[in-house]
């Protein structure tokens, strides 16, 4: 991040190498990482805490498993800011020049891998939920529920923390001047896999199928229209998913380049000597950390609910979720909440309510 010298020739066997071997590559952002993380921190922090009381009273309120998901997601990017931002770029780097002790330092390493890990996975479970509630709705009322959501969250957050246990021998990019060993290789190939590689084809597949199935149903819709039959607007169904898309999009285009410029430090040239690198890696540092920020600015976006629960949290108040409305006909509750779309209450709604024929009104002679 900030051109301070890493790289002493105290032993003999580095005043041996070359001197294009011990030399640094240089810095050309100088304090600029330092003023846009403490920025980053300053803004996401309370924005992100913001967001999780938020989702708090959505949660309480609803009991949706979608709030709890979008919860844990709010909360791993917490401790992504605190350990990733705070602890690892602003204190060990900018203020302690990494002139602590080994052991802590490499204890904060996997801390860090492991909150991010939390972050990232954290959306996994929320995208698997909303495959299952668009693509098998009966199956998704039966096995989504706010206890499950927690069992789901727990595990997530469970694993996270042991996957980022080996990271605690990951190693520097900036100040190791050696190239990269056996074990450098694994961990690198092992974190893209788990940060980038793995996720996004879990987010690729189901979003896929996602798509395909409003499509289909968007198709549909005109021919159960003429039949008589009412089905809720495509905008309805699309509300959580378009939030759903706009997430792991935006993960997967702020992250893709932390991961190339990793395998290319790998193979190619290493950050520690090519400054060029050493550019690269900084500013896809600075993108990646970004999406710690963003979350809240998409589901303002998109999400009406969200915003009046934010509303209310910044004036204080505590009343109900929405405003009671007169309903303009008795069965208008049946149409409530997206699950009903599925479970045929329509159908049965107009079945019920169906005049009977003249033959069947008339009473036997």
């Given at each position: 991040?900030?051109?301070?010298?890493?790289?002493?020739?105290?032993?003999?066997?580095?005043?041996?190498?070359?001197?294009?071997?011990?030399?640094?590559?240089?810095?050309?952002?100088?304090?600029?990482?330092?003023?846009?993380?403490?920025?980053?921190?300053?803004?996401?922090?309370?924005?992100?805490?913001?967001?999780?009381?938020?989702?708090?009273?959505?949660?309480?309120?609803?009991?949706?498993?979608?709030?709890?998901?979008?919860?844990?997601?709010?909360?791993?990017?917490?401790?992504?800011?605190?350990?990733?931002?705070?602890?690892?770029?602003?204190?060990?780097?900018?203020?302690?020049?990494?002139d602590v002790p080994i052991l802590l330092l490499h204890s904060v390493s996997a801390a860090e891998f492991a909150a991010n890990h939390a972050s990232i996975w954290s959306t996994v479970p929320l995208t698997v939920d909303r495959y299952v509630a668009l693509c098998h709705p009966l199956l998704h009322r039966q096995i989504s529920y706010p206890a499950r959501a927690r069992k789901n969250i727990g595990v997530v957050l469970g694993l996270s923390l042991v996957s980022g246990v080996p990271f605690f021998w990951w190693s520097d990019m900036w100040r190791n001047s050696n190239p990269p060993t056996a074990l450098d290789t694994v961990l690198i190939w092992t974190h893209v896999t788990?940060?980038?590689?793995?996720?996004?084809?879990?987010?690729?597949?189901?979003?896929?199928?996602?798509?395909?199935?409003?499509?289909?149903?968007?198709?549909?819709?005109?021919?159960?229209?003429?039949?008589?039959?009412?089905?809720?607007?495509?905008?309805?169904?699309?509300?959580?998913?378009?939030?759903?898309?706009?997430?792991?999009?935006?993960?997967?285009?702020?992250?893709?380049?932390?991961?190339?410029?990793?395998?290319?430090?790998?193979?190619?040239?290493?950050?520690?000597?090519?400054?060029?690198?050493?550019?690269?890696?900084?500013?896809?540092?600075?993108?990646?950390?970004?999406?710690?920020?963003?979350?809240f600015f998409l589901y303002c976006f998109v999400s009406k609910p969200f915003r009046g629960a934010v509303r209310d949290v910044l004036l204080l108040r505590g009343g109900p979720l929405y405003p009671r409305r007169a309903l303009p006909h008795p069965l208008a509750t049946t149409n409530a909440s997206i699950s009903s779309l599925y479970s045929g209450n329509t159908k049965r709604s107009q079945r019920d309510f169906t005049p009977l024929s003249p033959h069947r009104a008339r009473k036997p002679s």
């Open positions: 991040m900030i051109d301070w010298p890493n790289v002493t020739a105290s032993s003999q066997q580095e005043l041996g190498l070359k001197p294009e071997e011990l030399q640094k590559s240089k810095c050309v952002l100088g304090f600029i990482p330092v003023i846009y993380y403490s920025i980053l921190l300053c803004v996401g922090v309370p924005v992100n805490i913001l967001t999780a009381v938020a989702l708090s009273r959505l949660a309480s309120r609803t009991k949706k498993a979608l709030y709890y998901y979008l919860l844990a997601v709010t909360a791993s990017d917490i401790l992504s800011q605190l350990f990733i931002i705070f602890v690892g770029f602003l204190l060990e780097t900018a203020v302690f020049h990494r788990i940060i980038y590689f793995l996720p996004c084809s879990i987010f690729l597949l189901l979003n896929s199928l996602i798509i395909h199935k409003l499509k289909v149903r968007q198709r549909q819709q005109p021919c159960q229209e003429e039949g008589g039959s009412k089905i809720a607007s495509p905008r309805l169904l699309g509300k959580t998913t378009a939030m759903l898309l706009a997430i792991t999009s935006v993960f997967s285009v702020l992250w893709a380049p932390r991961t190339v410029v990793v395998i290319y430090h790998l193979y190619v040239s290493s950050v520690h000597r090519d400054w060029r690198v050493h550019l690269a890696y900084d500013l896809s540092n600075m993108l990646a950390m970004l999406n710690t920020a963003v979350n």
